[in-house]
Each structure stands twice: as C-alpha cells, then as structure tokens.
C-alpha cells in the first residue's frame, strides 16, 4: 500500500490582475472609443496574465515534514491555499489522503465574531470531528494556546499573537493527517515558536504529515526532513532539507543585492512613505563588501505620496544572517533620533562604527513608520557582505560560523588575588 498522502502533478494557478490606464487621445479617437466602449477614453481597462504556480509536481509521503522556501513572491502560499483547499488551482492535479489542518494568514480559519471556544468548535466540526472528540482534545488545546483568560472572548478582540496561539493549538490538537503551517508563527513570541516546532515534531512522530513554510532557515533544518525550493512559481529543488537550503541560499543570495526597491511588491504598510533604495557602504570600501570591525553605513532612500514635508519619521532595520535568524536591529526610536519635518523624498543614513559581524552574508528587512502607523516594511530589502578584518588581525581570527555572529566589544585583565 502506498504511503503517499500528497501528490501534486503540474500544478499551476493563474491570477488576472485588471487595472486602469490614464492616454491622452485625439478628438477623432475619443469619438470613436466612446462609440465602441461606450466609456470616456481618457481611462482604458487592461488586463495581465500572471501565473503564480506552474508545473509544480512533487509528492508527500505519511509522517514526512517536508520544508517549503523561496524568496517572497514565489508562489509559497498560493501553494499552501490549493492545498487548504481555500483556492483552485488553474491547471494540474491534487491528490490528498486525510483531513488537512492549517494555519495561514492571520485571521484565516476563525469566525472574528465568534469567541474562541465557539471557534475551536468550529473548526474541529469542520475536520469531521463530533462534539464529544472535541471535548476530549479541549483542555489541551487551552492549555497549549496560554489564553485561558480569554477564551470566551471574541476573536475579532484578539491580538495577532492570541490569535496564532489558539489557532495553532487548534490546528495541531484535532489530529487532522496532514498539517499545514505558513510563516504566521514568526506572529508569536520566541518561546511559543519554540514549542510549536517542537509540537509539529511530535506529529510527525504520530505518523502524520507536516508541510511548513518559513523563511527561517534554521528552523527549516531542525524540523524538517525535506526540502521544496520554489522559484517564480516553479520549482528548484526537491530532496533532502540540507541540501535544499545549501541550493536556495546559493541562488537566491544576488537578487538580495538589487538596491531598486520601487517596484517591489512584497512590502506591506499603508504606502504614504516609501522605500525605494538601499545601499550598505563603509569608509573604505564602496558596495556590498563591508570589512568587519570597520566603519559602515546603511543608506535609505525614500519618498513620500505627496509633496508636503513629513512631520516625523520612524525607521527601524532588522539584520539577520543567511539562515533568516535575527541578529541584531537598530532604530531611530531607540537612539532617540527620529527625523522631523523631512522634505518628500531623499535619504536616511545610520552609521555603524566598528560593525561587529564575522565574515558572512547579512540581509536587511526595512520598516518607516510615521505618527499613524506603519508605513512601509520590507523584510529582504537588501544584502551585504562581511569579509575579511577590518582594524587589526581581531576579525580574522573569528573566521569560522561556530563562534557565533557577533564579536562583542570587549577587555581582558589579570588578577593575582580576587576579594571576597
């Protein structure tokens, strides 16, 4: 009997994205399109074809965990929906075996005006499971999500960390045979994340099937045991989970260096400042190389939707390695220099002295806020290399991954005696 509960067969999903252009015709041309569109011409509709999956083939056996990744934009979670069954895919087959349990997007899956017991309800009646099974797997779902004190409380009141908590217990507690997990559980505290790797381990352990997607790589290689490495919605690689994030950090590390950043769409906030380059620099050494324990820069570009000066503006930059793991951040709240009354567009600088990292490649997530809110956040804005030492033969010395990321600045002293 075949232990298959996945299979996938040139799976492709197409979306057609509609939009509005503004031309300037002639007279003789605005008659004629009115008398055949019966609509002014100054505003022509468009349409574009875009294929978020194509030809994706790849099978799932019982007990597996296997680790989906790629950039943003490369067809992860259109994936996982087709799989959740939420959409259809446009072309190509799904085969699936068991009841599928998943954790998307924030605020999918629950009912906002429902409270959370009506909800963990819901779902589990949604996989098949009577009343009474629910009842059983209750306590433990409580317990596991840490929000007891609200569960009788709507959803729609829940912060996005509740909500991931009671949702994820939910998910993993009902036994559905295959379960599936987004990059959501980045939503959650450092601890919870924590125990829920180690609650899809034990999962899988039970005989059933994990699919997770994260941009955290060193989550990706404790959890899973395959990898899937998608690209512009095709995919890369299929094998062992080592392997996979070798050949995805290989290729995938040039693109990080594209300083234009105007036209990328995987950026969220309201859009009201934004964005439009980075450049990493340090006093010696122009572009992506940055010595260690050398001076260095980040450089922001940025532009705003009107030409009005901006009252203030918050920044913030998120540095993490090539595993996706945070190693450190800097902001202007933290060092109390945010910028006021800045003109529409120009650049923000923060300056680094003696940058602490060892050799490696580094990626730079960029978050603007103003007095409302988030602006702009973009988390592979950009990327630049450590290489070699800059001041003295110190740098050089920690070569190696295993002495961690950071050379913390620090002395040493000898004592013949210490006082008690």
């Known amino acids: 009997m075949s232990l298959q509960v996945v299979a996938v067969e040139n799976l492709g999903k197409q979306y057609i994205i509609h939009g509005q252009q503004q031309t300037f015709t002639t007279l003789r041309e605005s008659i004629m399109n009115s008398i055949q569109y019966f609509r002014p011409s100054s505003h022509r509709q468009w349409q574009e074809k875009f294929w978020a999956l194509r030809g994706v083939s790849f099978k799932v056996e019982r007990g597996e965990i296997l680790g989906i990744i790629g950039r943003n934009g490369a067809g992860k979670s259109t994936l996982l929906k087709i799989l959740s069954r939420i959409t259809t895919p446009t072309e190509g087959q799904v085969t699936i075996h068991g009841r599928v349990g998943s954790l998307l997007e924030v605020g999918t899956g629950f009912h906002r ?11 589990g009646s949604i996989l098949g499971l009577r009343k009474k099974e629910i009842d059983e797997k209750f306590e433990d779902i409580l317990k596991f999500a840490e929000i007891e004190r609200f569960i009788d409380t709507q959803a729609k009141y829940y912060s996005s960390g509740m909500y991931v908590r ?9 036994e559905p045979e295959i379960l599936i997990i987004d990059e959501v559980l980045a939503v959650g505290d450092l601890s919870f994340q924590k125990k829920c790797l180690g609650k899809m381990n034990d999962v899988a352990k039970g005989g059933r099937t994990v699919l997770f997607v ?84 980040f450089i922001i570009g940025y532009n705003s939707k009107n030409s009005q000066s901006i009252t203030r503006l918050y920044v913030g930059l998120i540095i993490t390695n090539d595993l996706g793991v945070p190693i450190f951040s800097v902001s202007t709240a933290v060092s109390g220099s945010d910028f006021y009354n800045l003109p529409p567009q120009g650049y923000v600088i923060c300056h680094i002295p003696k940058i602490p990292l060892i050799p490696g490649r580094y990626q730079v997530g960029i978050k603007l806020m103003d007095i409302h809110g988030l602006c ?43 006082d008690t």
């Open 166 to 174: 009671l949702a994820f217990a939910v998910a993993a507690h009902l």
């Open 214 to 297: 994260s941009h955290n790589m060193a989550a990706v290689r404790q959890l899973c045991t395959n990898g899937l490495v998608l690209d512009a919605g095709t995919v890369n690689y299929s094998g062992d989970v080592d392997n996979a994030i070798d050949f995805y950090l290989k290729n995938s590390s040039q693109p990080f260096q594209a300083s234009d950043l105007r036209y990328r769409k995987d950026r969220s906030g309201s859009g009201s400042v934004c964005v439009n380059s980075f450049r990493a620099r340090d006093s010696q050494y122009l572009g992506n190389e940055i010595r260690s324990m050398s001076d260095m820069d």
């Open 376 to 418: 702009d956040y973009i988390t592979e804005a950009g990327s630049f290399d450590i290489i070699g030492c800059g001041d003295g033969e110190i740098a050089s010395y920690f070569s190696s991954s295993s002495w961690g990321s950071v050379i913390m600045p620090h002395s040493w002293s000898l004592e013949n005696k210490i």
């Open 113 to 123: 005006e429902l409270t959370g017991r009506e909800n963990v309800f819901l779902s």
